[in-house]
């Protein structure tokens, strides 16, 4: 496993961390560590929701204009067709 160092922390934020880390029973290499996994997770959470809006958004786009009008009945029926 690798090691990392990290150096010139705030003293508040440091502190922040500790308070934590005693909270929930952790080192603080280990709360750091799950904090950091924490916000990875919520990236790429983030990174994928933002893939899925734009193909929602692209494909929106790709709608013909004639079908914007037609009533809900039809859309079913040619969907059903297909």
């Known amino acids: 496993m690798a090691t990392l160092h990290v ?3 705030p003293d508040e934020l440091y502190q922040a961390i500790q308070d934590l880390a005693a909270r929930e ?3 603080i290499g280990a709360e750091v560590t799950v904090l950091l996994e924490n916000s990875l997770e ?8 933002a893939k899925a809006i734009d193909r929602i ?6 709608v013909k204009t004639a079908k914007k009008d ?5 859309l079913l029926r040619e969907d059903r067709a297909r």
């Open 42 to 49: 919520r990236e790429a959470l983030q990174t994928h929701r």
């Open 7 to 9: 150096r010139n922390i």
């Open 70 to 74: 037609a009533d809900s009945l039809t």
């Open 57 to 62: 958004n692209r494909r929106r786009r790709t």
């Open 25 to 27: 029973q952790r080192s």
